[in-house]
């Protein structure tokens, strides 16, 4: 087999596993309290790490680039109650034009 | 029931500007995968079965430098590990026999997720799975035509995309901040990730920040 092959197999085979972890071990069960204490808290500490990553994350180090003018202006819209689409367009809007004139 | 049916159509809503974000990154991963050596056939096979850009990308780019498979298996799983504390999170959502949990589970990607948050570790499962199936599509057939064609497009970087998914990400965290315990443990898993994209590999500082959650076990903040 190709390494190309060996790769995508193996990855996909990965991540179809990780996804498949809470649904097929824990699926349908109610968590216990204290448990499900803790996982209540994944949704707002994953979100912000993403936030964090795709704003100044790079290959190995922290990248400050015109990403984070789109996370600016993206801020300033959710505190005006933009809604999400008007979001997702001002903050592209944002990083490109900072990229233009950098 | 018209509540139901108007948050239900904003889900959809909010869903199509990020699908038309998620597809011009299937079809730049369509294009740079082809570039790096890999084909036709094996970028699309990787999009419908890994679902998740940032090991797909992280692959292109390690086997287009000549960095070998073993570097980029290791990158890729390593950045994919998160989806197990991700589908930990949103568990009671799937009901039913074990192939149509595995089978459903498959639609969770970040983006997915990220709508169908509810705050108070509630999510929406119609948001869940609608938003996730639109998003696999788009993925997919982006990158069809990305191998196919992706000299044509352009590099979604020219149009800020890649500005536009931590903005989508901010506007999903911040009604959940208004809980306290919800927005320190946010800042507190924030503060680890940020300390740790400079020192471990990309996918890490991830999966090490969702031990802030472990504050869920103090009874008080």
Same mark, same amino acid.
């Given at each position: 087999m190709s390494t190309v092959w060996l790769v995508v197999l193996v990855v996909g085979g990965a991540t179809v596993a990780f996804k498949a972890t809470g649904p097929?071990?824990?699926g349908g069960r109610t968590l216990p309290p204290a448990i499900a204490e803790v996982v209540a808290l994944l949704a707002p500490v994953l979100l912000a790490a993403l936030v964090v990553t795709q704003a100044v994350g790079g290959d190995d180090d922290l990248v400050l680039d015109a990403r984070l003018a789109g996370v600016g202006a993206g801020a300033v819209a959710i505190a005006a109650r933009a809604p999400l689409p008007a979001v997702v367009v001002v903050a592209a809007a944002a990083t490109a034009l900072a990229r233009l004139f950098t | 029931m018209s509540s139901f049916v108007s948050r239900?159509?904003?889900?959809? !809503?909010?869903?199509s500007a990020v699908a038309a974000t998620v597809w011009f990154f299937g079809a730049s991963f369509g294009l740079v995968a082809r570039a790096a050596g890999m084909g036709v056939l094996a970028p699309l096979v990787m999009s419908a079965t890994t679902f998740a850009?940032?090991? /797909?990308?992280?692959?292109?780019? =390690?086997?287009?430098?000549?960095?070998?498979?073993?570097?980029? =298996?290791? +990158?890729?799983?390593?950045?994919? +590990?998160?989806?197990?504390?991700?589908?930990?999170s949103v568990a009671p959502l799937f009901r039913g026999r074990l192939p149509r !949990?595995?089978?459903?589970? /498959?639609?969770?990607?970040?983006?997915?997720?990220?709508?169908?948050?509810?705050?108070?570790?509630?999510?929406?499962?119609r948001i869940l799975l609608g938003a996730g199936l639109l998003l696999y599509v788009s993925w997919v057939s982006g990158t069809a035509v990305g191998v196919l064609a992706g000299d044509a497009l352009g590099d979604p970087k020219d149009l800020g995309l890649d500005g536009a998914f931590p903005a989508l990400f901010l506007a999903l965290l +911040?009604? /959940?901040?208004?809980?306290? !315990?919800a927005a320190a443990a946010a800042a507190l898993g924030a503060v680890i990730a940020l300390a740790l994209i400079p020192v471990?590999? +990309?996918?890490?500082?991830?999966?090490?920040?969702?031990?802030?959650?472990?504050?869920?076990?103090?009874? !008080?903040?």
């Open positions: 097929v071990l824990l | 239900y159509r904003d889900g959809a !809503r909010a869903a850009g940032s090991a /797909q990308f992280a692959v292109t780019s =390690i086997l287009g430098a000549g960095g070998g498979g073993a570097a980029a =298996i290791a +990158a890729a799983v390593l950045l994919n +590990a998160r989806y197990a504390p991700i589908s930990i !949990r595995l089978l459903e589970s /498959q639609l969770i990607v970040d983006e997915s997720w990220a709508l169908a948050s509810r705050g108070g570790g509630r999510f929406d499962r +911040a009604p /959940q901040l208004r809980a306290p !315990r471990t590999p +990309a996918g890490t500082p991830i999966v090490a920040a969702s031990a802030a959650c472990l504050l869920g076990l103090r009874r !008080r903040l």
